[in-house]
Nanobody, 119 residues
Framework: QVQLVESGGGLVQAGGSLRVSCAAS????????MGWFRQAPGKEREFVAD????????QYADSVKGRFTISRDNAKNLVYLQMNSLKPEDTAVYYC????????????WGQGTQVTVSS
C-alpha cells in the first residue's frame, strides 16, 4: 500500500503563486507516475498534471499549461505542483495521485488540500 499526504494549500489572491507538495510513503515501486487532479465545488474531478519516474515526461491540462509546473524528488518521495498566475477558477481541492507505470488509471489518491484563489 501507498499513502499520499498533500500539504501547502491555502488562500492566495488572483495573480499570486502557491506550491503544493505531496509526500508518498509505503510500498513505493520505481517507475511510478505521480500527478495531481482537482475538484472544484459542483464540478467533476479533473486532471491537472502528471510526471513520469524520470521527470522527463510531463503532461498538463490545457487550462494550466504555462502557469503550473510539476516536479518530483524521488530520493524524498515527493511531488510538487508550482502554481503561478493563479485565477479564481483554479479554486479547488487538489489531490495527489500515484500509479505504477504499467497502469492506465491512478490507483492511489491522497486526501486533498484546499486551494482558494480570491479575486
Amino acid at each position: 500500500q501507498v499513502q499520499l499526504v498533500e500539504s501547502g494549500g491555502g488562500l492566495v489572491q488572483a495573480g499570486g503563486s502557491l506550491r503544493v507538495s505531496c509526500a508518498a510513503s509505503g510500498r513505493i515501486l520505481s517507475g511510478n507516475v505521480m500527478g495531481w487532479f482537482r475538484q472544484a465545488p459542483g464540478k467533476e474531478r479533473e486532471f491537472v498534471a502528471d510526471i513520469d519516474w524520470t521527470g522527463g515526461r510531463t503532461q498538463y491540462a490545457d487550462s494550466v499549461k504555462g502557469r503550473f509546473t510539476i516536479s518530483r524528488d524521488n530520493a524524498k518521495n515527493l511531488v510538487y505542483l508550482q502554481m503561478n498566475s493563479l485565477k479564481p477558477e483554479d479554486t479547488a481541492v487538489y489531490y495527489c495521485v500515484l500509479k505504477e507505470g504499467w497502469r492506465t488509471n491512478y490507483n492511489y489518491w491522497g486526501q486533498g488540500t484546499q486551494v482558494t484563489v480570491s479575486s
